[in-house]
């Protein structure tokens, strides 16, 4: 079952919730200034381990965000990889 959250309103306001994205940011270089952005779009167990070849975590499904546009509570809903 897949949210839509971008067409809920705000439990806590009321106001209308849009859909965003999170990324984060790794350190800059000190020269040039630039940085290398990576969305924030999977989420997996909390005990999870790195897999052994290739370092990767398993993810257990997608994050779909949304703020509301009045209190900027932000919302995070995960979408679970095996749902249908
Ligand atoms: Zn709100």
Request: proline share 5%; net charge neutral; with cysteine.
């Amino acid at each position: 079952m897949s949210h839509t959250a971008s067409h809920n309103a705000c439990p806590d306001c009321g106001g209308l919730l849009q859909g965003i994205a999170l990324f984060g940011r790794g350190p800059s270089n000190p020269l040039s200034g630039a940085a290398i952005d990576t969305a924030v779009l999977y989420y997996t167990d909390a005990g999870a381990k790195r897999s052994r070849w290739l370092e990767m975590l398993e993810e257990q499904g997608t994050v779909e965000t949304s703020m509301c546009t009045a209190c900027h509570r932000i919302f995070l809903y995960g979408i679970p990889r095996r749902s249908t």
